[in-house]
T-cell receptor, first 111, second 116 residues
Framework: GQNIDQPTEMTATEGAIVQINCTYQTSGFNGLFWYQQHAGEAPTFLSYNVLDGLEEKGRFSSFLSRSKGYSYLLLKELQMKDSASYLC????????????FGTGTRLTVIP | DTGVSQDPRHKITKRGQNVTFRCDPI?????LYWYRQTLGQGPEFLTY????????KSRLLSDRFSAERPKGSFSTLEIQRTEQGDSAMYLC??????????????FGPGTRLLVL
C-alpha cells in the first residue's frame, strides 16, 4: 500500500520562510508532486521531483530524497495569498500512473 | 490552453437520485483521471482513461459509479442511487504522455456534490 504523511496545520508570518515536510512509503515510486489548494478550489500544480535534489522555481522550492522517502516544499517571502493547503502526492508506477495524495498541510500566513 | 473544465460546479440532490458530471480535459491531453475529495482529506483516485479506454478503476468505485469517455475527449461520471456518503468534491484531471511536463496532472475546478 501507499502511506504519505505530512503535518496537518502550520502557521507562519508574512515575509518569512516555511518548510512543509512530507514522508512517504510506497511501492513503485515514480515521482513526487506538490500541489497548492485554496479552500473550495482545485489543486494547482507547484512542483515535480523524480530525482534526488532541489528544484527551485521562484519563491517555491521542492526537495526530494528517494533513499529516505522524504520531500519538502520551501516557501520563501511568504505572502498572505500563500494561505492554502499544500498537498504532497506520489505517483506510482502503474498503468494509470495515478497519484496518491497525503491529507494536505493547511498553511496559515499571519501578518 | 483553456485548462480543465467541469460541469456543474455544484450539485444538490436527494438520496436515491442519479447524477452525472462532465469533464472537458485540456485539448491535447490523452489521459484523464477522476478523483474524489472529502473535507480535510487529499484527493483519492477513482478511475483513469487513456483516450477512450478506461484502463483502471479503484476499489472505491462501487457498482453505482460509471464513467465514460466516448470519443477520447470529454468524460462523464455517473452516480446511480446516490447515498449521503457520496457527498464530496469530484475532481477531474488530465495529462499528456508527450512534451514538456508530460505526465503532470492538471486539475479542473471540481464538482461539489451534496446528497441530502
Amino acid at each position: 500500500g501507499q502511506n504519505i504523511d505530512q503535518p496537518t496545520e502550520m502557521t507562519a508570518t508574512e515575509g518569512a520562510i516555511v518548510q512543509i515536510n512530507c514522508t512517504y512509503q510506497t511501492s513503485g515510486f515514480n515521482g513526487l508532486f506538490w500541489y497548492q489548494q485554496h479552500a473550495g478550489e482545485a489543486p494547482t500544480f507547484l512542483s515535480y521531483n523524480v530525482l534526488d535534489g532541489l528544484e527551485e522555481k521562484g519563491r517555491f522550492s521542492s526537495f526530494l530524497s528517494r533513499s529516505k522517502g522524504y520531500s519538502y516544499l520551501l516557501l520563501k517571502e511568504l505572502q498572505m495569498k500563500d494561505s492554502a493547503s499544500y498537498l504532497c502526492a506520489v505517483r506510482v508506477q502503474t498503468g494509470a500512473n495515478n497519484l496518491f495524495f497525503g491529507t494536505g498541510t493547511r498553511l496559515t500566513v499571519i501578518p | 490552453d483553456t485548462g480543465v473544465s467541469q460541469d456543474p460546479r455544484h450539485k444538490i440532490t436527494k438520496r436515491g437520485q442519479n447524477v452525472t458530471f462532465r469533464c472537458d480535459p485540456i485539448s491535447e491531453h490523452n489521459r484523464l483521471y477522476w478523483y474524489r475529495q472529502t473535507l480535510g482529506q487529499g484527493p483519492e483516485f477513482l478511475t483513469y482513461f487513456q483516450n477512450e479506454a478506461q484502463l483502471e478503476k479503484s476499489r472505491l468505485l462501487s457498482d453505482r459509479f460509471s464513467a465514460e469517455r466516448p470519443k477520447g475527449s470529454f468524460s462523464t461520471l455517473e452516480i446511480q442511487r446516490t447515498e449521503q456518503g457520496d457527498s464530496a468534491m469530484y475532481l477531474c484531471a488530465s495529462s499528456s504522455n508527450r512534451g514538456f511536463r508530460r505526465e503532470t496532472q492538471y486539475f479542473g475546478p471540481g464538482t461539489r456534490l451534496l446528497v441530502l
